[in-house]
């Protein structure tokens, strides 16, 4: 017999900094000008391609992003540098995204009223980890005083949904009590902010989540999970060439394939169909329609992906309060976007609401959740 699931406890994590697009924008643009200025006769002979210029508008229309958290902010707006400036930890120390994580954690932790002895295993979810081993996880779940075990995941775009889902069988057999999904998305080190058309993507954010049995919930916001569904389709359309392999194909590790790059367009066309009959499939298999789910927490890349989505689900625009949009503020955050939409509407819904949790990106990969408040 399965144990009944539930999401207990969400916590939420950004850093101090943030960068406007403004500032952004400001700082590329001077950027672009000394590569131009530089470069001036290889770009005139025909050698050298000169960097276009970016601008606030275009960024805030294309993809509804108004600014986005860094974890450091030094060194990415100085047009010599264009990436953060990271200290070096030494061993014994927090690492980074540990950092991240526990202060995400220890919000989602008081939220589903638990305690550290009441979490049988950690998983740290996003879309990289800063090292291989030992894994973050196992360095979190040391730091907050955690039995059991802990592992890392990576699935990009729906490394937290992936996780839940991880989560959602061991408890739903009895293998864990409760869990602690945390995404630590540190994903300013990958953003290429030398080039125009990526550089205003992605911002900083940690978040966590609890999910644990029914019975032993004693959360004021819990909701119980109706179902889990995930799908991947191989695409080269978002792609990160960074490895362990680097050190050793002597190519550049500072070439624009290292860093995140993407055909953009092509994503928005073949995932929104994608993102839309999963979702719907979804929510068919648990007995619902579409129209039952009071709430959308949707992957947060860009506001037209979004609208467009709803528009498919609905057959109509969603409103604000129906599917929520955090990318003004957040940006593209990889796989936490729709735990920060959760995070930060969950707490008014009422006993029986829906909702749908659901990540569509990178792998191409999507994850979803269909949920009821209890
Ligand atoms: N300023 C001014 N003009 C610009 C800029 C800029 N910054 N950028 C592009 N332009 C120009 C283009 O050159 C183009 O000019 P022209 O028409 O002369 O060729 C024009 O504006 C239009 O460009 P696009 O067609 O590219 O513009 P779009 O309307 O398609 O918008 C977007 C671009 C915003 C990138 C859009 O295509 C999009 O959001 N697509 C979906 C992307 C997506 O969902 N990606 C998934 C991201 S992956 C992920 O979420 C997690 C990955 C792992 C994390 C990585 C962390 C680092």
Redesign the pocket.
Known sequence: MQNNVVISGAGLWNPENSISNEEL?AS?NAYAALHNERYATEINAGERVAK????AE??EK??GIKSRYAFVKEGILDPERMRPVLEEREDDTLSHQAEMAINAAKIALQEANKTPDQIDAVIVSC??TQRSYPAIAIEVQHALGIEGFGFDMLV??SAATFALHRAYEMVAAGTARAVLVINP?L??P??NYMD???????GDVATATILEQESSCNSEHAYRILGVKAQTSYSNN?R?NFGYLSRVTDTDPYSADK??H?N??K??KE?CPMAAQHITDHVTATGNTNNDIRRWWL?Q??I??NTLIGKKLLGREPSADEAPIVLDEYA?T??A?SLIAFNKSHKDLVKGDKGVICS???GYSIGSLVIEKI
């Open positions: 924008v590329y276009p210029f970016s601008s275009f960024i294309a993809s879309a990289y990009a775009c998305e994903t300013s990958q953003v125009r058309d990526s550089h205003f993507i992605f978002i990160s860093l995140f993407q953009g367009r994503v928005f995932v992957h890349a860009n037209n992906m593209n990889a796989s976007g569509f990106g990178a």
